[in-house]
């Protein structure tokens, strides 16, 4: 099964980035352990800082026939709906990832415009919010 793991803006920092909130893990610690965790998927990792990058990645997943997606869009979640209507557009499933717990931060943070158009929402449970949507992805038992 092919999976995209995808971030969004400022995951790149994680290690170093508010380690209170984020975790202490890097990026690629995180696809590191999914690669190890999962060896029957066959995963593409891709991280961008960028709106219009992000929906090209969605845009090429869907035309390479990807199975799902993983996807933590950052601060894009709260505010974008470009990225909103590529998800909705493409046909692979795509789990909504959070590190921190969205709902229990500032306001602005607890609406996310693409919820809606994803399968389902990850938040607050670390680096194995990731696995978790893997394992969904997969259909593997919870
Ligand atoms: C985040 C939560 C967002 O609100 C924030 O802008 C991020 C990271 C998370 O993983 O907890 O950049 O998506």
Redesign the pocket.
């Known amino acids: 099964m092919n999976l995209l793991v995808l971030n969004?803006?400022?995951?790149n920092l994680l290690g170093t980035?508010d380690p209170d909130?984020?975790g202490a893990t890097t990026l690629a610690e995180i696809e590191a352990e999914l690669e190890a965790a999962f060896p029957s998927a066959d995963f593409a990792f891709a991280q961008d800082n960028a709106e219009g990058a992000l929906i090209d990645r969605l845009h090429a997943a869907h035309e390479q026939g990807v199975d799902g997606i993983v996807f933590?869009?950052?601060?894009?979640?709260?505010t974008s709906v470009a990225l909103r209507d590529a998800v909705d557009a493409i046909a692979p499933p795509v789990v909504e990832?959070?590190?921190?717990?969205?709902h229990a931060?500032?306001d602005f943070?607890r609406t996310s415009r693409l919820a809606p158009v994803c399968v389902g929402q990850i938040?607050?449970l670390g680096p194995s919010?990731y696995a978790l949507a893997v394992r969904y992805l997969l259909g593997a038992p919870a």
């Open positions: 969004g803006p400022n995951l980035r909130t984020y933590n869009p950052g601060g894009y979640t709260h990832v959070h590190l921190s717990n969205v931060r500032e943070r938040s607050g919010g």
